[in-house]
């Protein structure tokens, strides 16, 4: 009696057992399916909210009118600050091309070189990509090559000079525009008006003494600096501190002696990447002993292209200039 009761409940539990690997087979591959079926959903999302914001029609820097049909997959950028905007949008994987002067970021100097002023029409004709971002330069020296690439169906893309922040919110909005990726520029423009904002507020609560700063582009003997309309001049006014040449407009040359009678508590260089030990340089200058900057030591070198180039870090460059400038209110 027992081993008849043993041999029939042990039968059914060998079924119930297979029946539940049954079902909870079928309940893994449901699952499955169903997770196929979301991430199906989520990509033709995507494809929908691109085929939304395409195709686009919008007004470049040289003043044309530039109908982008769909969303572009290869980008050619031949200009260090538009690189650096392409890639803060996420295009990096898009960028094909870039110019000889591309250094940031990291993983642009692994993409092809495709010229600077002078590109290279060939190479990029063969690399085909659906959009060139080209500068003013290019659009004024050689129309030329632009018409061939657009006969060729890229897209090409005039992003103009930029003197101030607002000048590069707009080229940053432009890009994104163009690429389909306004969410990261919306992101990106408003993270550099809040930190800049930030900056002018604690600036103007906190500093009373202004500082006099000379600002140095290239060093002796042809001695360069940045007056009124420069992104430079705009850093400065952020942070409480005077331009000691303000009352210059632009980039502007001046000599030494004019120089040392402007007095300023301050200098900034910005060519450190070619000039082994730019303060050194300055400090050790005949004729500068009396000048305030010189005798307090208070000679900084800055990463020039956080200061000149128009993309995403100039933001950074305003941080560094007032940590270095006034190290009391800002300095972490």
């Known amino acids: 009696m027992n081993s008849e009761f043993l041999k029939k409940w ?5 079924v119930l057992l297979f029946t539940m690997a049954i079902i909870t087979g079928c ?7 169903q997770g196929d079926v979301n991430a199906d959903q989520e990509e033709q999302v995507a494809e929908g909210e691109s085929e939304e914001l395409f195709p686009v029609t919008f007004v470049d820097d040289a003043d044309r009118e530039v109908t982008i049909e769909s969303e572009p997959e290869t980008i050619v950028s031949i200009q260090a600050s538009n690189t650096e905007v392409s890639f803060a949008l996420g295009l990096g994987d898009k960028v094909i091309g ?23 029409a060939e190479l990029i004709l063969t690399l085909l990509p659906d959009i060139a971002l080209v500068t003013d330069y290019h ?20 992003v103009g000079s930029a003197s101030s922040f607002e000048d590069v919110y707009n080229k940053i909005d432009m890009i994104a525009t163009a690429t389909g990726s306004q969410t990261a520029a919306e992101e990106i423009i ?7 904002e930030a900056i002018k507020e604690q600036a103007e ?8 700063v000379w600002v140095e582009v290239s060093p002796a003997p042809d001695i360069f600096t940045t007056g009124q309309n420069t992104f430079m001049h705009e850093m400065l006014e952020s942070i409480q501190a005077v331009n000691a040449a ?16 402007l007095n300023p508590d301050v200098i900034i260089t910005t060519y450190g990447y070619y000039v082994d030990n730019p303060s050194g340089d300055v400090l050790a200058r005949d004729g500068w002993a009396e000048v305030p900057a010189v005798q307090n030591e208070q000679v900084f070198d800055v990463d020039n292209d956080t200061v000149t180039r128009p993309g995403p870090r100039l933001i950074e460059g305003v941080e560094t200039l007032a940590e270095l400038i006034y190290p009391e209110v800002f300095k972490k």
């Not at 042990?10 to 060998?14: A, E, H, K």
């Not at 030329?144 to 090409?156: D, H, P, R, S, Y």
């Not at 303000?246 to 009678?261: F, K, P, R």
């Open 98 to 120: 870039v110019s000889d002067y591309c250094n940031y970021p990291a993983e642009a100097l692994d993409i092809d070189k495709v010229g600077a002023q002078d590109m290279n």
């Open 246 to 261: 303000e009352d210059h407009e632009g980039w502007v040359s001046l000599t030494e002696e004019e120089i040392v009678q």
């Open 190 to 196: 408003s993270d550099m008006k809040e930190r800049h």
């Open 10 to 14: 042990g039968l059914v539990g060998l």
């Open 205 to 212: 609560e906190s500093i009373t003494d202004k500082k006099k």
């Open 27 to 33: 309940g893994t591959t449901e699952q499955n399916t």
């Open 139 to 158: 659009y004024n020296t050689h129309p030329e090559i632009l018409e061939q690439f657009e006969e060729a169906g890229i897209n090409v893309v005039v």
